[in-house]
């Protein structure tokens, strides 16, 4: 095999993405509070953005100043754009400490013919420190958690017999279930003192007494019975139950009711008192964070029976760029660096800008399509929601089916039937006998309406669901009907039966 070595040229066509498109591609994916930050961000990387406050005169980008001849700003090749980031730019132009001293000295010229420019005022940095110290003051406390209450009783025990630092060892070793899963014989041997397995298991007791009840625990089993008391209704045949969980679980009454010679009555008795025992006593103490949904649009009936749509502006500053820099940029005595410097943050600022808006105006038409399609479902309910794919709305907006894709993630609106995500709106669905389209959420409706009235002593199985539903007009294999039931978290005919006393 011969191996030359040479030059060639040949044409090819390739799909170049433009770092423009990619930023307004970012900037419409982004939820609301994260476009927030995003802007935040810009705000503190770009000297050329500023924000609008209330009653500003200043006119800036996209509104040109009219200072006479119109300032050129020409876009720097992209392919430096890709070379050189904003982050090397500003490490070159600080390079120069003289260009940024003619930058200063433009900028204080200018200052004084600009009196319109926006300077904080001593109320609105007042009004500032105010904010802070309300959020201050109402940050929640740090939660109470478990050890914390458990370290709280300790004062009011025996403390001749009981081995303090030892129980505070074991209630460090607490999962959040409030279980102890570490084996006594290690606990033994990594306490910092000489105790023996039986102080242990003495200490053990001690910990099982504290409140909440349960705490302590090795398996489920030991912490319900931990939690059965003298007061607890039927306490020996709730006893009895706790060794047969999994029969409950898979509703084997009769095979309870054989083992335990118990009538069916109690048996239904005395479950309804194990249900109300906690398994995991510890986790009423665990922190659960949760998550504010902050919809992007709202939607509205006005009066003539239509639907307004209006998106949500109220978290994301109004940003320009402010006519001085234009100005600065259009002075022939500044350095070369440093108006190179100001014209690649005026371009920046400017696509920001421009992608800002155009997020707006997609998803503004993206909603606007979705609301039209799914009227049903803003006037009666969620189950009148149509079979919706992404592509449609795509056809009717005019735009790739990707851009849809990008608008709606995770984005969510405010309707009057409530809070949803806008992918809510989508998804797929069948024909029904008539050949009327009809989407898969509103078969799971009818499917939870057909187990709601079922007779409960005798549930339907997942074939009698599959003919039920046909006989409504909605024709379904019997393996969606399994896959919805288990999505909606229905159990089996059998985990369903209500065995008669």
Same mark, same amino acid.
């Given at each position: ?162 081995? /303090? ?7 460090? $070793?607490? +999962?959040?279930?409030?279980? @102890?899963?570490?084996? #006594? *014989? =290690? !606990? ?36 319900? /019975? ?7 209704? $039927?306490? +020996?045949?709730?006893?009895? @139950?706790?060794?047969? #969980? *999994? =029969? !409950? ?58 639907? =307004? !749509? ?59 399509? !979705? ?131």
């Amino acid at each position: 095999m011969q191996l030359n070595l040479g030059t060639s040229m040949r044409t090819e066509l390739a799909q170049v993405i433009s770092p423009r498109m990619i930023q307004s591609m970012e900037i419409l994916q982004l939820p609301v509070m994260a476009l927030q930050e995003r802007i935040e961000h810009e705000l503190q990387e770009n000297p050329v953005l500023e924000i609008r406050e209330a009653g500003s005169e200043d006119e800036g980008y996209p509104n040109e100043p009219e200072l006479g001849e119109a300032v050129e700003v020409p876009e720097p090749p992209e392919e430096a754009l890709l070379e050189k980031p904003d982050e090397d730019l500003v490490i070159d132009a600080k390079s120069g400490e003289d260009d940024f001293k003619r930058m200063e000295a433009i900028n204080e010229d200018w200052s004084n013919y600009f009196d319109e420019e926006s300077r904080p005022s001593a109320n609105r940095i007042s009004e500032e420190m105010d904010k802070k110290h309300d959020a201050m003051a109402n940050m929640a406390d740090r939660p109470q958690s478990l050890q914390d209450f458990l370290d709280e009783q300790l004062p009011y025990l025996d403390t001749e017999i009981v081995n /303090l630092d030892l129980l505070r060892y074991m209630i460090s $070793h607490l +999962d959040e279930r409030g279980y @102890l899963t570490t084996p #006594l *014989e =290690d !606990i033994r041997q990594s306490f910092d003192g000489e105790v023996t397995i039986q102080q242990v298991e003495e200490t053990l007791e001690d910990l099982q007494g504290l409140d909440p009840l349960g705490v302590g625990a090795r398996t489920v089993e030991e912490c319900l /019975l931990l939690q059965i008391t003298r007061d607890t209704p $039927h306490r +020996d045949v709730v006893r009895a @139950l706790i060794g047969h #969980l *999994e =029969d !409950i679980q898979h509703n084997r009454l009769p095979l309870i009711q054989k083992q335990t010679g118990c009538d069916m009555k109690t048996l239904h008795e005395a479950i309804e008192v194990l249900k109300h025992l906690n398994p995991k006593p510890g986790a009423q103490f665990a922190t659960n964070s949760v998550q504010y949904v902050i919809p992007d649009i709202i939607v509205e009936k006005n009066d003539q029976n239509e639907y =307004d !749509i209006r998106l949500v502006d109220d978290w994301t500053p109004n940003i320009y760029i402010s006519r001085r820099y234009f100005e600065m940029l259009r002075d022939k005595h500044s350095d070369d660096k440093a108006r190179e410097f100001l014209q690649r943050k005026i371009q920046s600022a400017k696509w920001l800008i421009d992608a800002i808006e155009q997020r707006r105006s997609t998803l503004k038409k993206v909603t606007r399509a !979705i609301i039209d399609h799914q009227r049903a479902f803003l006037d009666t309910g969620p189950e009148c929601i149509e079979p919706l794919k992404m592509q449609q709305i795509a056809d009717v907006v005019g735009v790739h089916v990707t851009t849809v894709s990008r608008a709606v993630d995770d984005k969510w609106v405010q309707t009057p039937r409530g809070v949803f995500p806008l992918k809510r709106f989508f998804g797929g669905g069948t024909q029904t006998a008539s050949g009327e389209e009809v989407a898969w959420e509103t078969i799971k409706q009818k499917l939870l309406d057909v187990i709601g009235n079922e007779d409960k002593e005798n549930p339907l199985s997942d074939e009698d669901l599959v003919t039920k539903l046909s006989e409504a007009g909605y024709p379904v294999a019997r393996r969606t009907v399994t896959k919805y039931r288990k999505m909606l978290g229905i159990q089996s005919s059998r985990q369903r039966k209500v065995w008669a006393e």
